[in-house]
């Protein structure tokens, strides 16, 4: 495994070296990365999830993601990340993927690849499919535990080997809790002898189900393992690293949200980010005055109202 060939660097990725408020990479381009979240399903149950669980019955069908997505040209989009729930378990996701890859627009699939069988990857590298981001959150058990399924970890480390047989960049990511905080150096070994392009290391947020979670790290040590990071690892590690809110909590300037980058709900809805802790409302449907409407009225509220950011409920989860 040590002798694979790394794939070419997509126009994402950076060589990170400090740590980062945001757990979504900036484009070197300063384009508009748009965070899509196609439905709130998922196959397995991660205590440490930013998503909440929530009833299906107001999420697109695939003509109306269609309908929408087709506008992503007119608001500056240089980027698309498909995410959930699982998105996977779209039947027609493929036909998402090949209507953003027609624009010209690079498509990231964020999935726990636990679903993914090599025929659904060949069709949807076949759409367009550039990248995937996926979690791994330390060895075999620590990771089936923590993703609510035995068999998590093997089916996830087959896919990576799968999608870079075929092309696909794969970028990884950590969640620290305290769980497997004790185990980032195996995971750091695993990492090192997967065919993946980056490693991004990041404090557990106070959103979705990770809302009610006891297993925050403290701030001390997530400090603690920074420096560790900072000062024995990264010098020598094979892999671009990242480390998102290790260190002190962001300030206004540090968040994304509406300008180089929105998310879309389930439903449709426009949003400055999927993760923020509030958005403006009372914005038009795209589906009724079109994306670039809708989107401009966001940047409008965003510019104009004061939202807390995403990090802000970090004190009372803990």
Known sequence: MKNHVRQPESSSLRDFRADERCRFRPLKDNGLRVVVRL????????????????????????????????????????????????????????????????????????????????????????AGLTELSVSLEGPREVHDRLHGKPGAFDRCVRAIQWATGLGIQVDVACCMTGENIDHVEQLLTIVRDLPVQSLTVSRLLPIGHARKSRNHVPQERLARLHDWLIQSIMSEYPLPMRLVGLLNPPKKADCLRGQSLVGIAPDGKLQGCVLAGANPTGLPHPLETGLKQSFDLLQLALATRNYPLCWSRQAESV
């Open 39 to 126: 439905t709130y399903a998922c196959d397995l149950a991660c205590p440490h999830c930013l998503v909440e669980s929530r009833t299906r019955d107001q999420e697109l069908d695939t003509p109306a993601w269609l309908a929408i997505l087709a506008e992503l040209p007119r608001i500056g989009a240089r980027k698309v990340l498909l995410t959930g729930g699982e998105p996977l378990l779209l039947g027609d996701l493929h036909v998402i993927v090949r209507s953003i890859s027609g624009m010209g627009i690079p498509v990231d699939l964020n999935s726990n690849l636990f679903s993914l069988s090599l025929p659904r990857l060949r069709e949807l590298r076949q």
